[in-house]
C-alpha cells in the first residue's frame, strides 16, 4: 500500500474522518495505486491517518458497498477484483438501470442542463488524464440522468459505474477507445436536445456495449 500517496491525501479536507478515509481509499482503488487483491491492513490505514479502527472499519463498509472492497470476517478486506464475466454482467446491469434513467430523464432535460453536458463533452475533448476524464465522463452521464428526479436510481448507477471505472479509466485511454467514445456522446446529445428516447436509449445501449466488449476482451487476455 502507497501509504505517503493516501497521507497526502488526507490534507486540506474538511470532511469528517471515515469521509475522508474512504474517499482516499477509493482514488487509489480508482487510479491503480491499490491493485485487485491487494490486502487492506486496518492498523495501518489508522496509522496514516491518525485514526481509531472505527472509522477506517466504517470508511471499508462503504466502499464494500460500492463494489471496491471485499471484507472477510476474522481475515480482515482486500480490493476487490473482477473478471471478464463479472464486468459482463455489471455493464448489464448498467444498461438496465441507464437506459431507464434516461427514459424517466429525457422530456425534462433543460436547455440549461443540455448546454452544461455539452460544455462537459467540449473539456473531455482536449483531456488525456485518465483521473480527470473519468470524472467528466460520469459528470457527463449524471447531467442527463439527474433529470430524472430518480436519487434512489442515481446511487445504483453511482455504485455500478464506480465498479467497472478504475479499470475503464486505466485501459482504455491506452486502447485509444477515447475518440470513439466522444463521437458516442455526441450523438447522444443530439438525440436528447430532440427528445428522442429511441434513438437517445439505443445509442446509449450500444455506446456501453461497446466499451464492455473492449474492457471485457483485455481482461481475459490478462488471464491468458
Request: proline residues 2%; hydrophobic residues 40%; charged residues 25%.
Amino acid at each position: 500500500m502507497d501509504t505517503k500517496s493516501l497521507s497526502h491525501k488526507k490534507l486540506g479536507q474538511r470532511k469528517n474522518m471515515p469521509d475522508i478515509i474512504a474517499e482516499a481509499l477509493r482514488e487509489a482503488i480508482l487510479n491503480g495505486e491499490l491493485k485487485g487483491g491487494e490486502s487492506l491492513k486496518q492498523e495501518e490505514i489508522a496509522g496514516i491517518f491518525n485514526a481509531s479502527m472505527i472509522p477506517v472499519r466504517e470508511a471499508l463498509r462503504r466502499l464494500e458497498a460500492q463494489g471496491l472492497v471485499k471484507i472477510f470476517p476474522n481475515k480482515g478486506a482486500i480490493v476487490s477484483a473482477l473478471s471478464a464475466d463479472e464486468v459482463r454482467e455489471l455493464f448489464e446491469i448498467r444498461i438496465l438501470l441507464e437506459k431507464g434513467a434516461l427514459e424517466f430523464a429525457i422530456d425534462n432535460l433543460t436547455d440549461e442542463d443540455l448546454t452544461y453536458a455539452e460544455s462537459i463533452l467540449t473539456q473531455m475533448d482536449c483531456i488525456t488524464d485518465g483521473s480527470t476524464l473519468s470524472q467528466l465522463n460520469w459528470k457527463f452521464h449524471f447531467t442527463i440522468y439527474k433529470a430524472s428526479g430518480r436519487m434512489r436510481l442515481m446511487e445504483l448507477i453511482e455504485n455500478m459505474h464506480l465498479n467497472v471505472e478504475r479499470y475503464m479509466r486505466i485501459y482504455l485511454l491506452d486502447m485509444h477507445y477515447h475518440p470513439t467514445s466522444q463521437e458516442e456522446h455526441y450523438k447522444l446529445l443530439e438525440a436528447c436536445k430532440v427528445k428522442d428516447s429511441t434513438t437517445a436509449c439505443s445509442l446509449l445501449q450500444n455506446h456501453m456495449e461497446k466499451a464492455c466488449n473492449l474492457l471485457a476482451e483485455f481482461l481475459s487476455s490478462q488471464t491468458n
